[in-house]
């Protein structure tokens, strides 16, 4: 049995930024009998519904932009994403929501200040801190099943 952080949008929780959910019942099926750790950092720090956001490239460094106000809100994020590991330290895989600025994985779309798209495979914010710390990452669309 492993322990697998998975986007709960993909477990039905409805904490999209529309308060909707992206269940994935194919994904579940192969993940029976696993203990499920879920988790949804958007949800956490601004709850559902919620204005949508970008990352968007400044300096090298990506940051979550909010399409409503403009401002970056990256730090309610990644102290999220690193209080989560923190609790968790046996995570033996990161099932992130494909596309998303927080949790894709190597999906998540990145603009440049002027809202010019500059990449389409980049990771989200917390996918990121997950692969900081060597913990093996995959987008849900991408999952074959458990090796």
């Known amino acids: ?3 697998i952080a998975i986007s709960a949008c993909l477990l039905g929780e409805k904490c999209r930024y529309d308060a909707g959910d992206n269940k994935n ?10 203990t499920l750790i879920p988790f949804c950092p958007e949800d956490y720090a601004f709850g559902s519904p919620r204005p949508t956001m970008d990352l968007v490239r400044s300096k090298e460094v990506n940051k979550a932009i909010s ?5 970056d809100i990256s730090l309610p994020v990644i102290g999220y994403a ?3 590991f923190d609790k968790h330290e046996k995570i ?5 929501k494909e596309r998303s600025p927080s949790c ?3 999906s998540a779309r990145v603009y440049d200040e002027k809202k010019n798209l500059l990449s389409e495979n980049e990771s989200g914010l917390m996918a990121n801190e997950a692969l900081k710390r060597d913990i ?3 987008d849900a ?3 074959k099943g458990i090796e």
């Open 1 to 3: 049995m492993k322990n």
């Open 25 to 34: 019942e194919a994904l579940l099926a192969q993940l029976q009998g696993h």
């Open 67 to 71: 399409n409503k106000t403009g401002q």
């Open 82 to 84: 690193n209080a989560f």
């Open 92 to 96: 033996d895989l990161y099932i992130g």
């Open 104 to 106: 894709g994985v190597c």
């Open 136 to 138: 093996p990452c995959i």
């Open 141 to 143: 669309e991408n999952f």
